[in-house]
């Protein structure tokens, strides 16, 4: 049983992400403005020096702030739901690795826990990797929000920074992108699973050029944490949706919890449930610094079957029916 103590952090620690992820970039963006007309305005120079000198930075496979990824606080927030790291094999440190992790979720708990902090452990489930969460270009050039999650070692998900990670002498290399991205969180939905990835196959690509394996990664439960009002695809409001996130890069989307005080109200905190990660069997890809639409095609076939394959050797012990299956569109 939990202690009071322990239940506060839990749930302190959980709640400091979500207002984070939420408020932090506007947040500071609107006090950089306003400084600019007061007594303060150098605090405002002084940062967007700091943005320029550092501009690059993302690009060049970010930076880590060990004492920020081992941090309790990420402990804590792995605890309250709680979120499981589950590896089914070995990954040999003496190779680089292209994980791609389903499905997107609102917040992606379970993958920033997992891999861009040390709240689960991965550092000694897999150790002599070195993971990189790549996360959208716009999301480290906002300032604070930038700061905060560079801190544990996240990148662009362009090419440019990808390349420039795998690309590095020493091996065990390991990229981890949501693939969905934006478009997939429109679909976050309790209790269904559709992905969106049959079209995409950048990340085919980005592996082929530097021959990393590639691994599937699912987080059951990820898409259980909030209740979101799913619109109809022919409704104004998703159409309202789907044009903010071709402008803007993410999607707009509503979604409620429980209350900071009890779980009986609806507030911004996620549910406690369960989210379990399943790492899979890495899929080997060979180097080809210009591969083909062909090769492309065959190893993202290859890749949705073992997804699938893996889904379905693992979802009942998930606490999914057996009837339950993805979908990709």
């Not at 700061?147 to 070692?153: K, P, Q, V």
């Not at 969180?185 to 950048?202: D, F, I, S, Y």
């Not at 890809?285 to 893996?310: F, G, I, N, S």
């Amino acid at each position: 049983m939990k202690t009071l103590k322990k239940q506060w952090l839990e749930v302190l620690s959980t709640y400091q992400y979500v207002l984070c992820f939420l408020f932090l970039g506007p947040f500071f963006s609107l006090v950089g403005f306003f400084l600019l007309f007061t007594s303060l305005w150098y605090l405002s120079v002084l940062y967007l020096v700091w943005l320029f000198l550092d501009w690059d930075t993302p690009q060049q496979g970010g930076r880590r702030n060990q004492w920020l990824k081992n941090c309790t606080v990420w402990k804590h927030l792995s605890d309250y739901f709680p979120i499981k790291l589950v590896k089914t094999v070995e990954l040999p440190p003496d190779r680089n690795y292209v994980l791609l992790s389903h499905p997107h979720g609102i917040m992606g708990f379970g993958t920033v826990c997992n891999f861009s902090t040390e709240g689960t452990g991965c550092s000694q489930l897999f150790p002599g990797l070195r993971f990189s969460l790549a996360v959208l270009n716009c999301l480290l050039y906002v300032p604070g929000c930038r700061e905060y999650i560079m801190s544990c070692g996240t990148c662009s998900v362009n090419r440019q920074s990808l390349d420039y990670v795998l690309s590095q002498p020493q091996l065990g290399r390991a990229v981890v992108i949501m693939v969905g991205g934006a478009n997939e969180a429109l679909h976050t939905v309790p209790g269904e699973h559709c992905l969106t990835l049959r079209n995409r196959k950048g990340f085919v690509r980005l592996a082929l050029r530097h021959g990393a394996s590639l691994v599937p990664v699912y987080s059951f439960g990820e898409n259980d944490v909030f209740r979101v009002k799913a619109f109809a695809p022919d409704s104004w409001q998703r159409l309202f949706q789907v044009t903010i996130k071709r402008l803007l890069s993410f999607s707009p989307c509503i979604f409620w919890g429980r209350g900071l005080f009890s779980a009986k109200s609806w507030g911004l905190m996620p549910l406690a449930r369960p989210i379990t990660t399943v790492v899979g069997r890495p899929i080997p890809v060979p180097q080809c610094p210009q591969p083909t639409e062909e090769q492309v095609d065959h190893y993202h076939r290859l890749y949705m079957k073992a997804l699938e394959q893996l889904f379905e050797e693992h979802k009942e012990s998930c606490g999914l029916p057996a009837s339950t299956h993805l979908t990709f569109i």
